[in-house]
């Protein structure tokens, strides 16, 4: 008793944040913002006759995005788990009022933003993180039931089905996509079949591959991933031009301030194009730092999830952590030609004060996880603590924290 009782009291304690993961963090806003200002001074001049347009209103969404990322620091995570489905019930809310003809934004054939008096918000941003808490709290409460397709699985997928529905619908196919990539990196963490996992994966796939065949959701971005070279002035233009833009820089780059592309060669170049401008004016180099912040991050963020307290934090944890991921490598993919375009934006750095306030709050999040973690010898407990029931990542840890151990 008194055993326990010492373990929950040490368990409870509140330390420090991994001021590592924080650090990258906050590396990659301040480079974002030097970037979204480089990339989109001229498209404030033509299009809003304001050169600081787009810096001044990433830079209040920053800003904003810091108070919440230190008040998500700042509290116990293990709250959400109560309010998870409140969490996510404002989520389908949200989603559904993009749909409202009085609150809803639409641009470029998409209606995926809502205005309340002066402010505009991408409701899928929240659902992302929405579903990351839903999820976790779920899984973390069934526990090895979650082996069960139709306890332990089929419920859940039910609900973020809705939501996938939801954003497909305005269409955002690349948003869709993530919140599927992260649906499926926390089932399989959280240890369900993989037979499971796998007949979800193919419905998902067969049900995206029949919205772009039939409705015409994605084509344009197929076709102009394996098509571009035939129709460079059309639908290949802007796959081409951010391969242009990042080949061009060299290793060194051309200069910060001084790429060509971003003047309207690059449809984009603040959004989902800003790393091909970094590219064009801090060349090799200059991508690679942002890669190694990302990779930091990451790192350090595994590091939380292996040592959370309990099967929540470290669920939570992963589904953060496959958000930055996920987004982080369509992104690239999509700038390199190594998948299709798909209108993603690069964590913490592309322009968009939705995107960028609520990728802060997750990291927020992620630092209350490291900050309720065991703190006594973490480097000799097995970190499975949490909810790395996975057999070969549970193996791999326990093999791992073993060797330590022994020498």
């Known amino acids: 008793m008194a055993r326990g009782q010492a373990a929950e009291a040490r368990t409870a304690r509140r330390g420090e944040p991994d001021y590592v ?35 001044k209103r990433q830079a209040i969404w920053a800003a904003i995005g810091l108070a919440g990322l230190v008040v998500a620091m700042s509290i116990n995570y293990r709250l959400l788990m109560r309010l998870s489905p409140l969490v996510m019930l404002a989520a389908i809310a949200g989603l559904a009022a993009v749909f409202v003809s009085s609150l809803s934004v639409s641009a470029e054939g998409s209606a995926r ?14 659902a992302k993180l929405a579903v990351i808490i839903y999820l976790a709290a779920w899984l973390a409460a069934k526990g090895p039931t979650v082996r069960n397709f139709a306890l332990g699985v089929a419920p859940y997928v039910g609900m973020v089905g809705l939501v996938t529905a939801l954003v497909l619908l305005e269409p955002d196919l690349g948003t869709a996509t993530t919140i599927a990539l992260i649906t499926g990196t926390l089932l399989f963490v959280s240890g369900a079949r993989l037979l499971h996992i796998a007949a979800l994966v193919a419905s998902a796939t067969v049900f995206t591959g029949a919205l772009v065949i039939v409705g015409g959701y994605g084509a344009a971005r197929i076709l102009s991933f394996t098509s571009a070279e035939s129709d460079p002035e059309g639908i290949g233009f802007q796959t081409l031009q ?26 984009a170049s603040h959004t989902d194009g800003v790393l091909a401008i970094i590219g064009e004016e801090l060349g090799y180099i200059g991508v690679v730092v942002v890669l190694a912040l990302f990779a930091l991050l990451l790192w350090r963020g595994l590091r939380v999830m292996q040592r959370a307290a309990d099967p929540f934090g470290s669920l939570l944890a992963a589904g953060v952590l496959a958000w930055l991921a996920f987004q982080m490598l369509i992104n690239v993919g999509g700038i390199t030609r190594s998948i299709p375009l798909t209108g993603i934006p690069l964590p913490l750095v592309s322009y968009g004060g939705s995107s960028l306030m609520m990728t802060m709050i997750a990291i927020g999040l992620l630092l209350s996880v490291s900050r309720y973690a065991h703190l006594e010898d973490p480097e000799l407990e097995p970190p499975t603590r949490g909810v790395l029931r996975a057999p070969g990542l549970r193996r791999a840890l326990l093999g791992r924290a073993t060797a330590r151990a022994a020498r």
């Open 21 to 55: 993961l924080l650090s990258a963090a906050l590396m990659l806003v301040v480079l974002g913002l030097i970037a979204v200002f480089s990339s989109s001074y001229a498209v404030g001049v033509v299009n809003h006759g304001d050169a600081n347009y787009f810096i």
């Open 113 to 126: 933003w809502i205005s309340v008096g002066p402010i505009t918000a991408q409701p899928s941003e929240f």
């Open 242 to 267: 951010m391969l242009q833009a990042l080949g061009s820089g060299g290793l060194t780059g051309l200069g910060l301030g001084v790429s060509r592309q971003k003047f309207f060669y690059v449809p």
